[in-house]
């Protein structure tokens, strides 16, 4: 069982990325995947989730608008479109499964990936 985050990078103000979260060991639309993110000095904070089935999403206040999750069954793979980025949103992003949640809190969530760096400056 092993999640893999990737897609991150250095992207000005107003850039773009797309990170991809794959999964090695299970299927990924039969559970909650969420993505969460850290910045140095501040809690993990949830920023986004999928749940399993229908694939319903929710998105923290702060991101609401610009980023988009969605989730890709033949490749098993969840993704998280990130728009209009923004300082603010410079962190290490993880992709978690949550076997028995829908909810986005972190303690909820089973298994973690290892983290992709997101730094967002000019």
């Known amino acids: 069982v092993q999640l893999q985050a990737s897609g991150g990078g250095l992207v000005q103000p107003g850039g773009s990325l797309r990170l991809s979260c794959t999964a090695s060991?299970?299927?990924?639309?039969?559970?909650?995947i969420g993505w969460f993110r850290q910045a140095p000095g501040k809690v993990r904070e949830g920023v986004s989730r999928?749940?399993?089935?229908?694939?319903?999403?929710y998105y923290t206040d702060s991101v609401k608008g610009r980023f988009t999750i969605s989730r890709d069954t033949a490749k098993n793979t969840v993704y998280l479109q990130m728009d209009s980025l923004k300082p603010e949103d410079t962190a290490v992003y993880y992709c978690a499964l949550a076997r028995f949640s829908f909810d986005l809190v972190p303690w909820e969530y089973d298994y973690w990936g290892q983290g992709t760096q997101v730094t967002v400056s000019s």
């Open positions: 999928i749940g399993s089935g229908d694939g319903s999403t």
């Open positions: 060991g299970f299927t990924l639309d039969r559970y909650t």
